[in-house]
Nanobody
Framework: QVQLVESGGGLVQAGGSLRLSCAASGRTSTSPMGWFRQAPGKEREFVAAISWNGGRTTYADSVKGRFTISRDNAKNTVYLQMNSLKPEDTAVYYC???????????????????WGQGTQVTVSS
C-alpha cells in the first residue's frame, strides 16, 4: 500500500512560482508518478509525469516550458516546480503513483493506483 501526501500549495500572484511536493510512504521507486489537477467545474486533467528513475518526463501542452517535474527516490518524493503561473493554473493538484513495477511513462489517470488528497493552488490576476 502506498500513501501520498502533497504539500506546497497556496495563493500566488500571476507570474509567480510555487513548488509542490508529494511524499510517498511505501515503495514508489520502480514506478512512474504523475501530477494531475482539477479546476472548479472541470474534469481532472493530466499535468506532468515522470518515469521511475526520473530519466523521462512528459507534460501537458498547457504547462510545457513553465512546469518541471522531478523526483528524489532516496526521499520517496516527487516535485512539481511551477513558474510563470497563470490564473488558469488555479486548481487542486493531485499526486499519483502507479502500484506495479513499470519502467514506462504514464500520462493518463487510468494508469495510476494511488492518489494523494490534493493541494490547492490559487493564482490571482
Amino acid at each position: 500500500q502506498v500513501q501520498l501526501v502533497e504539500s506546497g500549495g497556496g495563493l500566488v500572484q500571476a507570474g509567480g512560482s510555487l513548488r509542490l511536493s508529494c511524499a510517498a510512504s511505501g515503495r514508489t521507486s520502480t514506478s512512474p508518478m504523475g501530477w494531475f489537477r482539477q479546476a472548479p467545474g472541470k474534469e481532472r486533467e493530466f499535468v506532468a509525469a515522470i518515469s521511475w528513475n526520473g530519466g523521462r518526463t512528459t507534460y501537458a501542452d498547457s504547462v510545457k516550458g513553465r512546469f518541471t517535474i522531478s523526483r528524489d527516490n532516496a526521499k520517496n518524493t516527487v516535485y512539481l516546480q511551477m513558474n510563470s503561473l497563470k490564473p488558469e493554473d488555479t486548481a487542486v493538484y493531485y499526486c499519483a503513483a502507479r502500484g506495479t513495477l513499470d519502467f514506462g511513462l504514464r500520462p493518463t489517470e487510468e494508469a495510476y493506483d494511488y492518489w494523494g488528497q490534493g493541494t490547492q493552488v490559487t493564482v490571482s490576476s
